[in-house]
């Protein structure tokens, strides 16, 4: 049984910084892509960053180029978000996701149940 459990989120002022984990298992973690996008209130999903089954191609939105950083430690079975330079606009619930294939598309095989990022002004 494939799960993502995601933990590391939390409250932080702008400015600061967090970082996502997402505990992977019941598959072949090295051989999949792992993704994460948020959700914000009142918003659709979206693609935030996204990383191939080696750590050699990294993919990012726009609006995290340069503050976000994908990473994995496939010795672990975990993928990692740092989150720098945050923003209230960053407040969302994160989601960790992970497919055979990396795209910045929404269709990805398994999904965890998220993390809550809440960035205070």
């Known amino acids: 049984q494939v799960q993502l459990v995601e933990s590391g989120g939390g409250l932080v002022q702008a400015g600061g910084s967090l970082r996502l984990s997402c505990a992977a298992s019941?598959?072949?973690?090295?051989?999949?892509?792992m993704g994460w996008f948020r959700q914000a209130p009142g918003k659709e999903r979206e693609f935030v960053a996204g990383?191939?089954?080696?750590?050699?191609?990294?993919y990012y939105a726009d609006s995290v180029k340069g503050r976000f950083t994908i990473s994995r430690d496939n010795t672990k079975n975990t993928v990692y978000l740092q989150m720098n330079s945050l923003k209230p606009e960053d407040t969302a619930l994160y989601y960790c996701?992970?497919?055979?294939?990396?795209?910045?598309?929404?269709?990805?095989?398994?999904w965890g149940k998220g993390t809550l990022v809440t960035v205070s002004s």
């Open positions: 996701a992970s497919d055979p294939v990396l795209t910045i598309r929404m269709g990805w095989s398994y």
């Open positions: 019941g598959f072949t973690f090295s051989t999949y892509a």
């Open positions: 990383i191939s089954w080696r750590g050699a191609r990294t």
